[in-house]
């Protein structure tokens, strides 16, 4: 990559991230430091997880985001290497606390013999001689390896502590060179790497220019960004589709309506339909319709609604398109989508259709969103050769959300959601495909007689379908349900 490409990467990335990206990855790193500093030797499962969302804590566009090094530090992870405290304690001890070059040794010793430091990978160790001195060292990750490649032309790899001196070196090198302070090094070199590759055919990133930011989605849909990243990442750089599935009332058509939003180039762009057992091929593609004349009742070929908007987005290429499926499971899919199947993982290629033996595809920039239910239908029970050409999104029940939505309303009774809503979810369980969501509470004014209605009229008969084989149990649950929403109103 030339000079001047990688100086138009690093006013790209400040500009995405902000003037406060530097400071807030200061200040990040000074908080894991002190954090270290505090649990060294006593780290268990659950401070290794905190320590791993302390190291992923940044700011972008002016909010906290905890991605930085995502999946590097993620908490299944950060999980795995809490699966063994001592070892951890002990390594990150010797990593820590040692002299610098003997620390480097331990580091080269980790890489030479992996099982020495399980789970660790290459980045926890480099991330460690990092905070102890970010000008030295550098962290090593494939993001930042394969981005330091693309400018030198060199190849890196964490094998020893040569490996390693070397890399860091080379990265000092091109920090100087294009002055790039270390806190902001990992950012643009991922950008550089994704520059320099970017993928062809049907998995070609798309340009977004829709309406709502990512920020902007999180915020009204009360979810962390760094999930929404991720949703449209998977989206236009991958398939571009997807299904929301979850329970009843965790959000899911909300939710794609939002990401809608983002997606498409304008609302006018957004198209709903929803399925149900009398939905068919040719109201979403193409069939024969009824069409009164004055030469009496005749049969016309008419498009479905998937196939007018493959239309209007084959005539604006640079614009977005959406279509959102609502229950998508209601209907018989394989019967609906026909030769769908073949077009959406094949974008820009075409087949003739059965009615008006046009050949037609679907426009690279078309996505599609479904939601579905998995209380009504088991994901599972998709059809295989639809299941892999859809992204699967979960929703589930989630506190954080039913909080943050409260929170932003100041609610006088956030306690009572979330208190009828923490019983209901740990009775029912947590991970059970019929455990109610949390847009169930997510009713203004909640008080002891709101509250009452959805348990009785909403939630109660929705469990006791499930539940008819455990009539006592639904009973005790009612109860307490009862019980609760009176203790604490």
Not at 45 to 70: P, S
Not at 225 to 234: G, K, S, T
Not at 254 to 275: G, K, N, W
Not at 394 to 406: Q, R
Request: charged share 25%; with cysteine; proline share 6%.
């Amino acid at each position: 990559m030339l000079d001047s490409e990688t100086a138009a990467v690093v006013d790209d990335v400040r500009g995405n991230f902000g003037p406060e990206f530097v400071p807030a990855r200061v200040a990040a790193e000074d908080a894991v430091r002190r954090y270290i500093e505090e649990n060294r030797g006593q780290f268990d499962a659950e401070r290794i997880v905190a320590l791993g969302r302390l190291i992923n804590r940044h700011a972008k566009a002016g909010q906290d985001r905890y991605d930085r090094f995502t999946p590097g530090f993620t908490g299944a992870i950060m999980s795995k290497l809490g699966s063994d405290p001592a070892t951890f304690n002990h390594m990150l001890d010797r990593l820590w606390s040692e002299p610098i070059d003997e620390a480097v040794a331990t580091l080269g010793a980790i890489y030479g013999n992996r099982p020495l430091f399980a789970h660790a990978g290459s980045s926890l160790p480099s991330f460690l001689l990092y905070l102890r001195d970010p000008e030295r060292f550098g962290i090593c990750m494939n993001a930042t390896m394969s981005g330091l490649a693309e400018v030198t032309g060199a190849r890196y790899k964490a094998r020893s502590p040569e490996d390693y001196d070397r890399f860091c070196t080379d990265l000092r090198a091109w920090r100087e060179r294009h002055g790039v302070v270390p806190q902001e090094a990992d950012a643009v070199l991922t950008a550089i790497k994704r520059a320099a590759t970017p993928e062809t055919g049907p998995a070609e990133e798309v340009a977004l220019s829709g309406g709502f930011t990512t920020e902007e989605v999180a915020a009204r849909g009360y979810l962390p960004v760094e999930q929404v990243d991720r949703w449209v990442e998977a989206l236009t750089i991958g398939m571009r589709q997807a299904v929301f599935h979850g329970p009843p009332g965790t959000g899911k058509t909300h939710v794609a309506r939002l990401l809608a939003r983002h997606l498409a180039s304008s609302p006018d762009h957004i198209e709903l339909t929803q399925f149900h057992p009398a939905y068919s091929y040719e109201d979403f593609i193409e069939g024969l319709r009824p069409d009164e004349s004055q030469t009496g009742l005749r049969y016309a070929v008419r498009d479905g609604v998937f196939l007018q908007l493959c239309q209007r987005a084959a005539k604006a290429p640079d614009q977005t398109f959406v279509m959102i499926i609502d229950e998508l499971n209601r209907a018989d899919l394989a019967a609906v989508f026909g030769e769908l199947l073949y077009l959406l993982e094949y974008r820009g290629a075409e087949v003739r259709l059965p009615y008006s033996q046009r050949r037609v595809s679907v426009p690279r920039n078309v996505f599609l969103l479904g939601t579905m239910n998995t209380a009504d239908r088991s994901l599972a029970m998709l059809d295989f050769a639809l299941r892999r050409r859809f992204n699967a999104f979960p929703l589930l029940p989630d506190e954080t959300v039913l909080a943050n939505w409260a929170q932003s309303r100041s609610m006088d009774n956030a306690e009572l959601a979330l208190g009828v809503f923490r019983l209901i979810r740990d009775r029912v369980g947590p991970d059970a495909p019929v455990s109610p969501g949390h847009s169930y509470w997510m009713t203004e004014a909640l008080d002891a007689a709101a509250a009452e209605r959805v348990w009785a009229y909403q939630l109660r008969p929705y469990l006791a379908e499930y539940w008819f084989e455990r009539p006592a149990e639904l009973s005790r649950l009612d109860a307490d349900v009862r019980a609760l929403i009176g203790e604490l109103t």
